[in-house]
T-cell receptor
Framework: DAGITQSPRHKVTETGTPVTLRCHQTENHRYMYWYRQDPGHGLRLIHYSYGVKDTDKGEVSDGYSVSRSKTEDFLLTLESATSSQTSVYFC?????????????FGPGTRLTVL | TQLLEQSPQFLSIQEGENLTVYCNSSSVFSSLQWYRQEPGEGPVLLVTVVTGGEVKKLKRLTFQFGDARKDSSLHITAAQPGDTGLYLCAGAQGGSEKLVFGKGTKLTVNP
């Protein structure tokens, strides 16, 4: 199994509070991704990173920011959480520099915003 | 706009039956991947197909990439309860680093 961990695994927070989710990898892969998974919508890309300090938006980036200061860590921040951000968040990594390759997924973080 | 349409959305069958799930698009993809996801876990890659018309077999699972590289299918022979899960297709376009995922087919195989 690829070495990907996500923390926390579960979190309950209140509307308006900031939340940071962490993805940590031990594979030294270049690409890292944050997805959210919701019933009826499947997996949707929030943000991704193609190197340290290099990030770009996905299809559902509003209300989220990311940072990658080290190869191994990719942080997802909800500046002011809303109930619509209640979801399961998955981090994924990929090593290919020629385009999408196998994406290895973390175990997910279940976030509930009350 | 959902680029990849998966059907059926839900499928409940008895052990030993055969089934096919589909992943369709009006767009061309340079490759298509199939993932399986079990409850409480992240998706795990089953196969990648890259050539139009390509067929790959993984034990009882057969994957096919359409000739025009716009669609794919997954056929399971003699389904077993261990095949239960959410099957996701994902496509890559051109030189993009990103994958587009379908919404998934939730398969339940009853003993």
């Amino acid at each position: 199994d690829a070495g990907i961990t996500q923390s926390p695994r579960h979190k309950v927070t209140e509307t308006g509070t900031p939340v940071t989710l962490r993805c940590h990898q031990t594979e030294n892969h270049r690409y890292m991704y944050w997805y959210r998974q919701d019933p009826g919508h499947g997996l949707r890309l929030i943000h991704y990173s193609y190197g340290v300090k290099d990030t770009d938006k996905g299809e559902v980036s509003d209300g989220y920011s990311v940072s990658r200061s080290k190869t191994e860590d990719f942080l997802l921040t909800l500046e002011s959480a809303t109930s619509s951000q209640t979801s399961v968040y998955f981090c994924a990594i990929s090593e290919s520099y020629k385009g999408p390759d196998t994406q290895y997924f973390g175990p997910g973080t279940r976030l509930t915003v009350l | 706009t959902q680029l990849l349409e998966q059907s059926p959305q839900f499928l409940s069958i008895q052990e030993g039956e055969n089934l096919t799930v589909y992943c369709n698009s009006s767009s061309v993809f340079s490759s298509l991947q199939w993932y399986r996801q079990e409850p409480g876990e992240g998706p795990v890659l089953l196969v990648t197909v890259v050539t139009g018309g390509e067929v790959k077999k993984l034990k009882r699972l057969t994957f096919q990439f359409g000739d025009a590289r716009k669609d794919s299918s997954l056929h399971i022979t003699a389904a077993q309860p261990g095949d239960t899960g959410l099957y996701l297709c994902a496509g890559a376009q051109g030189g993009s680093e990103k994958l587009v995922f379908g919404k998934g087919t939730k398969l339940t195989v009853n003993p």
